[in-house]
Every structure is written in structure tokens, then in C-alpha cells.
């Protein structure tokens, strides 16, 4: 999906939800999907406070994240050190995560295998999968060699 429909989309979100399209939601929206790397919130409001242009206020990013998630436009992701990161998804084939508790490196995967047998698995239960986040927590190489735990 190209990034003139992204912004329709979200412009069209926007409407439907009888909200405005602020200079302030347009900055936070433009810095989400300008990023192809996870962020904080609070890492996107450091941004905002970086980079010139209309004031954003850490409630604004709080809220205007919180509005991108409900319309699809992000996902959250917990890192599982009290830390939820977002990505960007529409115009972004699906895929899972590693993710090493140590230092917080994200590492993205695609396994067709894995996402047979997630579907096999709903299907036996009696359920039609719709949507799943696999979070797979693990040191990475270089954790687990600076603590000697390479097994």
C-alpha cells in the first residue's frame, strides 16, 4: 500500500471518527510511519521535541498512538521489560518477533511453517484466526556470549 492511501486511510479514520486532522496528529502520524525501525512512545515524543515543527505534547503522542493502533495503522509490541514498543503495519507483510530481554534488540522473522500451524491449531479448536502476535523472548548472539551462555 503506497503512502498517499496510508494517509487517506488515516485522514478517512480520522473523519469517521469525528476528529480532526490537527497539524499536531498529522506530525505524530508522518514520524510513525517515516520510521521502519520499533519505537516508544516516549522515543516519539523525544523526536517530536527534536524536530522542527508544531508543538506535540506527551499527551498528544499518548493519545494520537492509541488512535493509530484502534484504526490498524500500528501495533504495539510489550518487550517484556515494562517497555511497549510500535511499528508501523499497513503497506507491511505480517511477521513475528524475537526479541533478546538483555538489551532489547528486536529481530523480525517470517516462518511459513509457524504460521501453518497456528491456523492448523485454531481449526482444531474451532476457531477462525483473524489476527496473532508471536513474541519469542530469548538473548541474542551477543548477550549470550558476553554471560558465556552460547548453548
Known sequence: MNQTLIDQKFESYLRSRSLKLTPQRWRIFERAFATHKHFSAEQL???????EG???????VYRT?????????IESLDTGGGEIVYE?????GHHDHL???DCGRICEFREPRIEKLQREVARSQGF?????????????????ESLGDLG
Not at 515524543?45 to 524536530?51: I, K, L, T
Not at 508544531?54 to 498528544?60: C, D, E, G, I, L
Not at 498512538?65 to 495503522?73: A, I, T
Not at 508501523?88 to 507491511?92: A, D, I, T
Request: charged share 20%.
Open 54 to 60: 508544531p508543538k506535540v505534547s506527551r499527551a498528544t
Open 45 to 51: 515524543y523525544a523526536w517530536m521535541a527534536e524536530e
Open 99 to 101: 526479541i533478546c530481554p
Open 88 to 92: 508501523h503495519v499497513l503497506g507491511h
Open 128 to 144: 477462525t484466526l483473524e489476527s496473532h502476535s508471536l513474541r519469542l523472548m530469548g538473548r541474542c548472539a551477543s548477550c549470550a
Open 65 to 73: 498512538l492509541s488512535l493509530l493502533e484502534e484504526g490498524g495503522f
